[in-house]
Antibody, heavy 124, light 108 residues
Framework: QVQLQESGPGLVKPSETLSLTCTVS????????WNWIRQPPGKGLEWIGY???????NYNPSLESRVTISVDTSKNQFSLKLNSVTAADTAVYYC??????????????????WGQGTMVTVSS | DIQMTQSPSSVSASVGDRVTITCRAS??????LAWYQQKPGKAPKLLIYAASSLQSGVPARFSGSGSGTDFTLTISSLQPEDCAIYYC??????????FGGGTKVEIK
């Protein structure tokens, strides 16, 4: 079955760039929407944005000026870059896939597969 | 942004009880609503999609209903393993996709 695994540094300095990668195993990255979602300690879930396998993207307006999500179909991976980080960006970061119906794949659906999450702390 | 408001924020019930969680959207979202269960230290798990469709492998004691702005998640007979935080999420109006604030379910 399809599995997602996040990887990247667990500690990032303020003002630097947070970079994470999500590796898709057990299936193809094609035809799906791939998302990043984060959860500050003890708080709720915040959608960061998505990349479609074709490369199109869409971001949360609250983060749009600092976020880039990209897809590498040759490696079956997608990535998150968040620049100019502050302590407010400290969170568990999840990658997640939007489910497809039997006939179509759109963002108007639910996140059916999630990575285990990776904790990123912003601190000097 | 579409705001998702869950109630109650926490509920304590006995094993075997029926538990109902409500999620209200600040504007109509048709049936583009999902419910997730999150246990400590784990990623959220999809329970219900399209407001009322049960995700494969999820026990039948979980059910969802509603459309437009008002939705409910019902656990028909609470089990000890159902202790978790439950989140709703809308997928109609984005960006951004938004989640409810969560409801913590505990055993009395």
């Amino acid at each position: 079955q399809v599995q997602l695994q996040e990887s990247g540094p667990g500690l990032v300095k303020p003002s630097e760039t947070l970079s994470l990668t999500c590796t898709v195993s057990g299936g193809s990255i094609s035809n799906y929407y791939w998302n990043w979602i984060r959860q500050p300690p003890g708080k709720g879930l915040e959608w960061i944005g998505y990349a479609y396998y074709s490369g199109s993207t869409n971001y949360n307006p609250s983060l749009e000026s600092r976020v880039t999500i990209s897809v590498d179909t040759s490696k079956n991976q997608f990535s998150l870059k968040l620049n100019s980080v502050t302590a407010a960006d400290t969170a568990v970061y999840y990658c997640a896939r939007v489910r497809c119906t039997s006939t179509s794949c759109t963002m108007r659906n639910a996140f059916d597969i999630w990575g285990q999450g990776t904790m990123v702390t912003v601190s000097s | 942004d579409i705001q998702m408001t869950q109630s109650p924020s926490s509920v304590s019930a006995s094993v075997g009880d029926r538990v109902t969680i409500t999620c209200r959207a600040s504007q109509g979202i048709s049936s583009w609503l999902a419910w997730y269960q999150q246990k400590p230290g784990k990623a959220p798990k999809l329970l219900i999609y399209a407001a009322s469709s049960l995700q494969s492998g999820v026990p039948a004691r979980f059910s969802g209903s509603g459309s437009g702005t008002d939705f409910t998640l019902t656990i028909s007979s609470l089990q000890p393993e159902d202790c978790a935080i439950y989140y709703c999420q809308q997928a109609n109006g984005f960006p951004p996709l938004t989640f409810g604030g969560g409801t913590k379910v505990e055993i009395k």
